[in-house]
C-alpha cells in the first residue's frame, strides 16, 4: 500500500521560510515523479513544482518561480519543497504527489497517489 506523508508546515511570518518533507512508502519511488500541490479555502487545488524520477529535471509554476525549490532523495525515498519569502498568498494545504514514469505531469488527474496534505500559513 503506497503512503505519502506531509510534513514540516506550520505558521510562518511573511518573508519566512519552510521546508515541507514528504515521505513516500510501498512504491518503487525513483520510477516516479514528485509533485507538489497546493490548495487554498475555496480554491482549487494548483500545481505548485516537480521533479522528475531521476531529480534532474524540476519545473512549475511561475508564482512560485525563484522562491521555491523541489528536490528529491531517492536514496530515502524523500521529496522537499523548500519555500523561501513567503507570502499570505502562499497559504495553503499542502500536498505531495506522485506519477508512475517520465514525463513532467503538472495536471492533478495526472498523478497517481497523493498524501493528506499539510497545512501552511504566512501571516502578514
Known amino acids: 500500500q503506497v503512503h505519502l506523508v506531509e510534513s514540516g508546515g506550520g505558521l510562518v511570518q511573511a518573508g519566512g521560510s519552510l521546508r515541507l518533507s514528504c515521505a513516500a512508502s510501498?512504491?518503487?519511488?525513483?520510477?516516479?515523479?514528485m509533485g507538489w500541490f497546493r490548495q487554498a479555502p475555496g480554491k482549487e487545488r494548483e500545481f505548485v513544482l516537480g521533479?522528475?524520477?531521476?531529480?534532474?529535471?524540476?519545473y512549475g509554476a511561475d508564482s512560485v518561480k525563484g522562491r521555491f525549490t523541489i528536490s528529491r532523495d531517492n536514496a530515502e525515498n524523500m521529496v522537499y519543497l523548500q519555500m523561501n519569502s513567503l507570502k499570505p498568498e502562499d497559504t495553503a494545504v499542502y500536498y505531495c504527489?506522485?506519477?508512475?514514469?517520465?514525463?513532467?505531469?503538472?495536471?492533478?488527474?495526472?498523478?497517481?497517489?497523493w498524501g493528506q496534505g499539510i497545512q501552511v500559513t504566512v501571516s502578514s
Open positions: 504527489a506522485a506519477r508512475r514514469g517520465a514525463g513532467a505531469p503538472s495536471r492533478t488527474e495526472e498523478f497517481d497517489y
Open positions: 510501498g512504491l518503487t519511488f525513483s520510477v516516479y515523479a
Open positions: 521533479i522528475g524520477w531521476s531529480g534532474r529535471s524540476t
